[in-house]
């Protein structure tokens, strides 16, 4: 396994602006999932790809969330007009297909700063 | 809904002393249980799990955890605790419906030389 790897690591941007962050999973896994980790907190369950369908997705993500999986590959997470609320540690995470429920492989994270 | 707690914010074990990390749960159906580490700016990393069988879950770095149904508990164990094992203990439930994990708030484990 060469892991899960999310781009960029850090990101620091202004209120109001875009940003958008990449997740590879790891490649045999068709599930990836999107995570939200506040200071103090748990991950907070965004959304879920199985292969490229959205299959399910938080309350938490606004209309100004959207995540994409074009190919069932890579997935981006993107987030417009940034409010100082959405700063946090975004992690992406993959598992295995199956029926049985496997273990989720998290990537190191995307730390978001909205100044 | 499914939920877990974890009631310690932070636990102070001394090296070498057995270490413990509590987690109670609250599911509707069978519980599908879940131990995580995060290491300071690293991912979370996958400790063990209970899906079914023996309530004794072996798992990494030398980590077993017990699942205790009547007391609805998950709790995480080492006999023997090493300063390198000093990091944020997340434990989780599977919610089947969604296929997400939900997350505990966290246990910071402090282990001194």
């Known amino acids: 396994d060469t892991g899960v790897s999310q781009n960029p690591r850090h990101k620091i941007t202004k209120r109001g602006q875009n940003v958008t962050f990449r997740c590879d999973p790891i490649?045999?896994?068709?599930?990836l999932y999107w995570y939200r980790q506040t200071l103090g907190q748990g991950p907070e369950f965004l959304t879920y790809?199985?292969?490229?369908?959205?299959?399910?997705k938080s309350r938490l993500l606004s209309d100004r969330f959207s995540a994409e999986r074009p190919k069932g590959s890579f997935s981006t997470l993107e987030i417009q007009r940034t409010e100082q609320g959405d700063s946090a540690m975004y992690l992406c995470?993959?598992?295995?297909?199956?029926?049985?429920?496997?273990?989720?492989?998290f990537g190191p994270g995307t730390r978001l700063t909205v100044l | 809904a499914q939920s877990v707690a974890q009631p310690e914010d932070q636990v102070n074990v001394a090296e070498g002393n057995p270490l413990t990390v509590k987690c109670t749960y609250s599911?509707?159906?069978?519980?599908?249980l879940f131990w995580y580490v995060q290491y300071p700016n690293r991912g979370l990393q996958f400790l063990l799990k209970y899906i079914t069988g023996d309530n004794l879950v072996k798992g990494s770095y030398g980590f077993e955890a017990e699942f205790n149904k009547s007391q609805t508990s998950f709790h995480l164990k080492k006999p023997s605790a090493l300063v390198s094992d000093s990091a944020l203990y997340f434990c989780a439930v599977y919610d089947g419906a969604t296929n997400k994990l939900i997350f505990g708030t966290g246990t910071l484990l402090a282990v001194q030389p």
């Open positions: 995470a993959s598992s295995r297909p199956g029926l049985r429920i496997n273990e989720q492989f």
């Open positions: 490649s045999e896994h068709n599930r």
């Open positions: 599911v509707s159906g069978n519980p599908y």
């Open positions: 790809f199985q292969n490229e369908a959205q299959l399910e």
